[in-house]
């Protein structure tokens, strides 16, 4: 099977540290976060992994080799120029001719990537996202009233519940028909492009361990929460 990590962020809002080394090298526990995400994704079976890069894409190519050591094979490519997180799929459009699965560089997850792989196989629809419900405490109490201004109940703060996209995503191949080449072209936009014009996306919910490491405290908690989960 068939995988994309998008790793050419320029992972502003994790600097200092990304000053130096790039974002999906970043040590968590004894490996660095993208080689974390390449054995997960080994050990659900998938043997072909492709990295788009663009920021320090040579750092990052020579850390990871061919993906021997990992016992998958790494293929890299690199765009010239920007082309956001969905746009660098058509540098590598002649090699997924398949179902895919794609995953952004700075997320760490116990997901399941094949059971997700074989949801989004028995869809009708060529996207299925990955999505998480991530919980927040409110700071506040919440007020309900009537009609006539009497207080029926109150929600002493309570906890506020959102399903937001995970950054996993698995692609069917004609997938491409609606993403342009050679042009900045986000997740967001496909998802409003599909949407609008009535073209089905299926939803696969994550219930594992997930995080988005896109902030030092994110990065913080994952170093912290690494032995527990891997």
Not at 57 to 69: C, F, H, I, P, T
Not at 144 to 171: M, R
Not at 208 to 222: F, M, S
Request: proline share 5%; with cysteine.
């Amino acid at each position: 099977m068939k995988a994309v990590i998008l790793a050419g962020g320029l992972g502003t809002r994790l600097a200092p540290f990304t000053d130096v080394i790039p974002k999906p090298l970043l040590p968590i526990g004894e490996q660095s976060l993208m080689e974390v995400q390449i054995t997960t994704l080994a050990a659900h079976g998938f043997n072909e992994i492709y990295i788009a890069t663009n920021y320090k894409s040579d750092y990052v190519e020579a850390y990871l080799g061919d993906g021997s050591k990992y016992g998958v094979d790494l293929v890299f490519s690199k765009e010239e120029v920007r082309l956001g997180t969905c746009g660098p799929l058509t540098l590598l459009k002649e090699h997924l001719t398949e179902p895919f699965l794609m995953m952004n560089g700075d997320v760490l997850t116990k997901s399941d990537h094949s059971r997700m792989y074989e949801f989004g196989m028995n869809q009708e629809s060529n996207l299925t996202i990955g999505t998480k419900v991530i919980t927040h405490p409110f700071r506040f109490g919440n007020v309900q009233v009537s009609d006539d201004d009497l207080v029926t109940n109150l929600e002493e703060k309570p906890d506020l519940a959102f399903e937001i996209l995970a950054g996993i995503y698995f692609f069917k191949p004609d997938i491409f028909a609606e993403i342009p080449e050679n042009e900045y072209f986000g997740m967001d936009d496909l998802l409003h492009k599909m949407l609008r014009e009535n073209k089905p996306v299926s939803r696969y919910s994550i219930t594992e361990y997930w995080l988005d490491i896109g902030q030092v405290d994110d990065y913080t908690q994952a170093r912290e929460e690494y032995s527990k989960h891997f």
